[in-house]
C-alpha cells in the first residue's frame, strides 16, 4: 500500500513507512531540506488537505501551535492519506534523484591531524550538485552519518570525503578511523541538502566569499572549483579556519587552483596555534579585515554552528544581500 503525495503539482507515491521528503526525492521532486534530522526546520512545509504523522519531529523545530495550523517537517512526517503539501519554492521544479548506493572503498589517506580523506567508488556515476552530501550506514549499529562531497559534479564516479576524528564516535573512531579499508563496502544513500550554487545560467560570476570550519572545507572545494571553471576570472576569497597548522591540508592543491585563477585567494587562519606562516584569530574576522564592502557579493559557511553564525553576522555587517548568504551547519550526532 502507499500513498499520493501532491508537491507543487508533481504526484508521488509514498509509503506509509517513508517520509514525505525522501519520496519527493527519490521521485525526483525537489523539496527544501539540509539536515535531515529534524532539528534546522529547512523542510518545514504546509500540508494542504490528507494527514501526517509527525513521528520523531522535535518540538523545538515544530511546535505545537505549528502542527495545528497544519505545519510539517517533510523529513520526518509520513503520510496517513492521500495528502497534497505546499513548501517554499516547490512548483515546477525536479532535482537529481535521491538514491541508495553500495560503494567500494577506493582510498583512506591522513590529510591532517585527526582528519582523512575517503575515496568511494561507485558502479554507476551519480547526478549531484557540487557541495550536497551522502549519508554512511555505520555498519552493524542502524546508525546513519551525513558527509559533504568534495567533488565538482563530473567527479561523479568516485565521492571524495573529509573526515574528522571524534573521540569514542561511533562513525569515526570505531570505524572510518578504526577498521576502514581499501576495498571494504560502504552503503550511502544521496545526493543530499540544499547547500550549492544556483544553475549556471542564473550564475552572474559575481565574487564570493567561502569560509569553511574544520572539514565544513569539503563542500566549498566543489563549490570554488565549479564556480571559477564557470567564471574562470571571478574574484574568490575562500578562508580555512582550523585550531593549527597541524589541521591544515591540501595547501598545494590551492596554490594550484590560485595559479591557474588569479581571482581566487586562499586564506589559511590559525585560531589556537599561533604561526608566524599563517593569519590568526578567526577566519569571520579575517574577512572583515580584508573586504570593506560584500555588496554584490554571496557568501558561502559551512563549519561548526558557532562559526557559521558568525559568519552571517559578518557578511551582514559588510552589506551583504541576506538572499545570498548560504549556510551548512555541521552539528554531528553524539559519538558521531
Not at 203 to 227: Q, S
Not at 270 to 291: C, I, K, M, N, Q
Amino acid at each position: 500500500m502507499s500513498f499520493a503525495v501532491t508537491a507543487g503539482g508533481h504526484r508521488v507515491e509514498c509509503a506509509p513507512s517513508q517520509t514525505l521528503l525522501d519520496a519527493c526525492l527519490r521521485a525526483g521532486v525537489w523539496m527544501p531540506n539540509s539536515c535531515n534530522q529534524g532539528t534546522c526546520g529547512t523542510c518545514k512545509l504546509q500540508v494542504l488537505s490528507g494527514e501526517v504523522d509527525h513521528g520523531a519531529s522535535p518540538r523545538d523545530t515544530l511546535t505545537d501551535d505549528e502542527r495545528a495550523t497544519g505545519l510539517a517537517l517533510a523529513c520526518q512526517a509520513r503520510p496517513l492519506a492521500d495528502t497534497e503539501v505546499r513548501g517554499h519554492g516547490t512548483a515546477g521544479r525536479t532535482t537529481h534523484r535521491l538514491r541508495d548506493l553500495t560503494t567500494t572503498v577506493r582510498a583512506v589517506e591522513d590529510i591532517a591531524r585527526d582528519t582523512r580523506r575517503v575515496l568511494l567508488g561507485l558502479a554507476e556515476p551519480l547526478a549531484f550538485e557540487p557541495g550536497q552530501y551522502v549519508e554512511l550506514s555505520v555498519p552493524g549499529s542502524g546508525a546513519r552519518r551525513q558527509y559533504s562531497l568534495a567533488n565538482t559534479a563530473d567527479e561523479d564516479k568516485v565521492l571524495e570525503l573529509h573526515v574528522r576524528r571524534v573521540p569514542g564516535g561511533l562513525a569515526t573512531d570505531c570505524w572510518l578511523f578504526g577498521g576502514l579499508d581499501v576495498g571494504d563496502r560502504v552503503e550511502a544513500t544521496g545526493p543530499l541538502g540544499d547547500f550549492h550554487l544556483p544553475p549556471a545560467e542564473d550564475d552572474d560570476g559575481g565574487p564570493m566569499v567561502l569560509i569553511g570550519g574544520g572539514t565544513g572545507l569539503a563542500p566549498l572545494v566543489g563549490i570554488a572549483r565549479t564556480a571559477l571553471a564557470r567564471h574562470p576570472t571571478r574574484e574568490v576569497r575562500l578562508y580555512h579556519g582550523v585550531r593549527g597548522a597541524a589541521d591544515l591540508y591540501d595547501l598545494d592543491r590551492f596554490a594550484e587552483l590560485a595559479a591557474a585563477h588569479p581571482g581566487l585567494t586562499f586564506v589559511p587562519v590559525l585560531s589556537d596555534e599561533p604561526d608566524p606562516a599563517y593569519r590568526g584569530g578567526f577566519p569571520t574576522d579575517a574577512f572583515l579585515e580584508d573586504v570593506a564592502s560584500g555588496r554584490g557579493w554571496s557568501g558561502w559557511l559551512c563549519g561548526p554552528p558557532a562559526m557559521v553564525e558568525a559568519g552571517v553576522k559578518a557578511f551582514k555587517r559588510r552589506r551583504m544581500s541576506p538572499r545570498h548568504i548560504h549556510r551548512e551547519k555541521f552539528t554531528p550526532a553524539d559519538a558521531s
